[in-house]
């Protein structure tokens, strides 16, 4: 099984970037509700078929020297089909970056199948796309999604306070594997 290690924000900076999220699976009719929608974050990692235990030890080791930290949003990033992805851009500097260059880094010498290359990935949050939506939005509702969202200037910083691990399905109660506070 794939498990994705994520940041999560802090209450106001969730806030901020769920309004544009809204805004975007509203209008495109991509979910039945706002319950719906897909949590917010940015993925650190992918881990496939870890041992859960071994994993818990080493991310625990890895993130006892984090405390909550900022992160600058960049404008908009967009992922073309097959993914028709709408993103805030993170900038691929600071803290958020290290983490996730560190945690690559340390898992991969301990035998932990993740990523390979992790320079060419674009560190990011998934504001809307056909992932867990109740529909696939055509290319011209994609591409129009995608400048209304360019449109836009979001040049900010948010707070990220936690780390999770997740398993990869979209049910809040049964996603979450283990929570690490910062």
């Given at each position: ?145 995608c400048k209304l969202a360019k449109d836009e200037e979001f040049l900010k910083t948010i707070t990220i306070h936690s780390v999770e ?15 690490y506070t910062l």
């Amino acid at each position: 099984m794939i498990y994705y290690l994520v940041a999560l924000f802090d209450s106001v900076s969730y806030k901020y970037v769920e309004l544009l999220q809204k805004t975007l699976c509203e209008k495109y009719n991509l979910y039945r509700s706002e319950t719906d929608l897909p949590m917010l974050h940015i993925t650190l990692e992918v881990i496939t078929n870890p041992n859960l235990c071994d994993l818990d030890i080493s991310l625990k080791n890895i993130l006892t020297n984090y405390t909550k930290f900022q992160v600058e949003l960049n404008g908009v990033i967009c992922f073309d089909s097959p993914f028709k992805s709408v993103n805030l851009n993170i900038n691929n500097k600071g803290t958020i970056y290290e983490l996730s260059k560190h945690v690559n880094s340390v898992l991969n010498s301990q035998g932990f199948n993740v990523r390979e290359q992790i320079e060419n990935w674009n560190l990011h949050i998934s504001l809307a796309n056909t992932t867990f939506a109740d529909r696939e939005w055509s290319n011209s509702e994609y591409l129009s999604a995608c400048k209304l969202a360019k449109d836009e200037e979001f040049l900010k910083t948010i707070t990220i306070h936690s780390v999770e691990l997740w398993k990869p399905i979209n049910d809040n109660k049964e996603m979450v594997v283990k929570k690490y506070t910062l």
